[in-house]
């Protein structure tokens, strides 16, 4: 009690363990953060989308495409932006 993780709202966890997800790159956390991308809130599907395009394996590449044309434009941005990352050849995260 009192702590920064009890504090946390739903839409601050989520968004907070999505970017996290993102930086760490692991493969294993792109069906979770697909999930992610038909949340209700839009913070919690941009930071989806946003970890989706660090981890840029084919299925994550693939579902970004299947939602760009999210109802909220700092969403579509944020797809966008990930599909248009470009892949690094060597790079062990992108599946």
Known sequence: KGTALSRARRS??????????GHRGG????PA?????DDPDP???GAAAWALGRIATEEARHALERHGD??????RAVVE???DEPRR?????RG
């Open 12 to 21: 601050g966890l989520l968004r907070n363990a999505a970017l996290l997800l």
């Open 70 to 75: 999210d109802p909220d434009p700092h969403v």
């Open 89 to 93: 050849p060597g790079d062990d995260r």
């Open 27 to 30: 493969a294993a956390a792109v």
């Open 33 to 37: 953060l697909i999930g992610r991308l």
């Open 43 to 45: 913070v919690i599907r």
């Open 81 to 83: 932006r990930a599909l």
